[in-house]
């Protein structure tokens, strides 16, 4: 039996369900059999699992492979070293993650989608999640389609379905037809009503199906691109440094076995390895502190474009607002006090389904009408492209029609106004009259819709937006919607952020000028819808770019622009909670929505306010800039170290007849400057770096690791020098001398790179950063004399030789300083 051939009451009976929806027991009992509702099952993997499946991880399995050669050839203390350093490295990295994730899926708890359910025969909010098979649902225009649904009941339900279909445009759906007659889970409302029968959830919806494919076509965000963009920068400097490295040893040395494993100790001492675990700390605690402040983040990678952002768009209503709408006036078409114009919006408000709007229920909430006299026949729900709703109602025997929207909607299909109890036609000159109203309520701050009706025929019982013409003017509903307190403050704090704020709003030209003087937003200039129509994407461009207020737009108008934006490299946010949001939401470098906002506002937003204040958004970009920052820290230090290491070694191989390091002492120094960059996560940000944005630039970083690197070569060159010419040097005292300043100048010389300003006497790192830093370096010089420091082939180095270390070390830091001051004049330190 086909789900859209059948019958309702073959549905009906398959799913053991009636239009009175499932009682709460039965409803209980199918939760637990099918499972919460959700499109991909997520899979619990027990602690065991987690940890063997990072023995997978290629640092781990070169260290497995270099055991496994070590043990083969006999050096047993050796293997038996590095596979403790495997096993200690998978330990950490779980360790670390594992606390990371069970935070985020704490934040992640804190938001959910609802949907309104029949149950017992009464409407009950549920989390999607509990939805079960042979629920009855009902739809409205901002919902999520929450499963797969056969419709019971439709009026003028159009559904966006591009996530599964690829369709831009809204597609109507009809109970009655069993071509549209079902809709899907992944799916939205965009307008209209309907009532629907659930018979699949979770994972055997379509959109469960289909969630693999769809998550693996998901586009990687610009944090996903600059970690990409770092990784191969990293990988294609190491397959040369390293091919070249084994080709000197074999061809210099002869020792192909002894050449193989040095080439694959330096193929890990150069790879960061450590960034993955790292990067998700340093996101997690990011989420973690904005949560703090009330900032919920749904996808870690969008902290980032958070910080990044430089221009953000916002709708006017509740976001700039305070979204507590008052009915301030209600007036005939010459703006005199009406009673009757508030009769005839109430009974529209009233008995209209569709999308209950603030100003709906400012009307409903303004005086209490009774309705028992009229009793309702159709309705034309609202949508985004008319901006304009109906309701026909029957009262005292006769039919009537009652449109209210947008006064330029409305003004468009009327050709006659009332005024004293007298219809009168509409001429030119009365139109421009009638205009001058609405504009004079609208210059004041009030937002203003336009009531007309008309009386329609008792034969006719089924209404649609051909229907709304050659209606009469009745009046205007005056609302008054006032800046938020923080508006201001946020505009300015903002402004000083290097944050451009634009407004892309559905409202008018009047209202929008007047919000935006009152919160004292700089405004370079105002384009209207019809504007945006007439650009080619080059004049959009220009608008786009020179404009700040953006009035009328309708949902696909508000993505065009942002696409815009981004199309000039901008990172750019969007701020909104309503229905016509989600598209806008979506495609932005960062989607930012409340937690009561729509769901497709909800489920589109990448950060969601748990508190509608800018004040929220401030506190939300500054700690995304520091996030990024204290990553971008580890990987300045990974770059310039590893590249410095590179050329190190490149050099020794070609003049040293011996290795110039243990393959098991790279591993043993890569390893505990790793330990060291730990806690980088709990260091501090200067102040300066996050006053404005700062995005990916990989450009940057090849520059300040080309740098940087080599001053770390010079000095570790120094220090052969210092070996081989002073000391008259052996291998083992080579290879202890240079492992002993190779981890004291990389590890120490975060405190330098740390901070664009004079480390300690401007700029103080984190307790825990100087802790282990300085742990580290004293757990590197213990094992020289440790029972282990035979084993690993160190010998203990004379005495004049910690004091020439020290001195090496000190003129390092301050060469890095000077360099490092040199680099953020020329080149800036974003």
Known sequence: MGLETATLEQ?????????????????????????????????????????????????????????????????????IFVLAMAVLSVFLSFIQEFRATREAEKLSALVHTTATVVRNGKPKEIKVTEIVPGDVVELYAGDSIPADLRLITSKDLFVNQSSLTGESLPVEKAAADPQTNTAYLGSAVVSGTGLGLVVKTGINTKFGELASAITNASPPTSFDRGIRDFTWLMIRFMIVFVIFIFAVNVLLKGNIVEAFLFSLAVAVGLTPEMMPMLVTVNLSNGAIAMAKKEVIVKRLSSIQNFGAMDILCTDKTGTLTLDKVVLEKYCDTGGRDDHSVLVMAYINSHYQTGLKNLLDKAILKHEKILTKEYQKIDEVPFDYERKLMSVVIEHDGSHRLI?????????????????????????????????????????????????????????????????????????????????????????????????????????????????????????????SAINIDRADDRALAELVKNNTLFVRLTPLQKERIIRALQADRHTVGFLGDGVNDGAALKVA??????????????????????????????????????????????????????????????????????????????LLNNFLYDLSQIAIPTD???????????????????????????????????????????????????????????????????????????????????????????????????????????????????????????????????????????????????
């Not at 109890?421 to 001429?427: A, D, E, N, S």
């Not at 929220?616 to 996030?627: I, Q, S």
């Open 11 to 79: 549905v009906y009976a398959e799913l053991q369900s009636s239009v009175k929806g499932l009682k709460e027991d039965e409803a209980g009992r199918r939760l637990a059999q099918y499972g919460l509702n959700r499109p991909v099952a997520k899979k619990e993997r027990s602690i065991p699992v987690q940890i063997i499946s990072r023995f997978a991880n290629p640092l781990v399995v070169v260290l497995l492979i270099i055991a496994g050669f070590s043990l083969f050839f006999g050096e047993r203390v050796n293997a």
């Open 403 to 527: 449109a209210k929207g947008a006064p330029e909607e409305i003004f468009a299909r009327c050709d006659r106004y009332e005024l004293d109890g007298r219809v009168q036609p509409i001429h030119p000159d009365i139109l421009v009259k009638l205009k001058n109203e609405y504009d004079a309520l609208s210059a004041d701050g009030f937002r203003v819709l336009a009531l007309a009706y008309k009386d329609v025929a008792k034969s006719q019982t089924v209404f649609a937006g051909t229907d709304e013409r050659e209606l009469v003017l009745k009046g205007y509903l005056a609302f008054l919607d006032p800046p938020k307190p923080s508006a201001k403050e946020a505009v300015v704090a903002l402004k000083k952020l290097g944050i451009e704020l634009k407004v892309l709003t559905g409202d008018n030209e009047l209202v929008t000028r007047k919000i935006a003087a009152e919160i004292e937003l700089e405004c370079k200039g105002l384009v």
């Open 589 to 666: 470098d960062v989607g930012i929505s409340v937690n009561n906002a729509a769901d497709i506002a909800k489920e589109s937003a990448d950060i969601i306010l748990l508190r509608k204040s800018l004040r929220a958004l401030k506190d939300g970009v500054l700690e995304g800039r520091r996030t990024f920052g204290n990553i971008i820290k580890y990987i300045k230090m990974g770059a310039s170290s590893n590249f410095g290491n590179m050329l190190s070694m490149t050099g020794a191989s070609l003049f040293l007849p011996f290795l110039p390091m243990l393959p098991v002492q790279i």
């Open 684 to 830: 501090a940000v200067d102040r300066e770096y996050t006053v404005k944005p700062r995005p990916w630039n990989i450009g940057l970083i090849r520059n300040f690791m080309v740098i940087i690197g080599p001053v770390s070569s010079l000095f570790d060159f120094l220090t052969f020098g210092v070996m081989l010419f002073i000391f008259r040097a052996a291998p083992p005292l080579f290879h202890t001398g240079w492992f002993l300043e190779s981890l004291t100048t990389q590890t120490l010389v975060i405190y330098v790179i740390r901070t664009g300003k004079v480390p300690f006497l401007e700029s103080w790192p984190s307790r825990f950063l100087m802790l282990t830093s300085v742990l580290i370096v004293a757990l590197g010089f213990g094992l020289v004399w440790s029972p282990l420091g035979g084993p690993l082939g160190f010998v203990a180095p004379p005495g004049l030789y910690f004091s020439l270390l020290a001195l090496m070390v000190v003129a390092y830091l301050c060469l890095v300083q000077l360099v490092k001051v040199w680099f953020i004049r020329k080149f800036g330190y974003d």
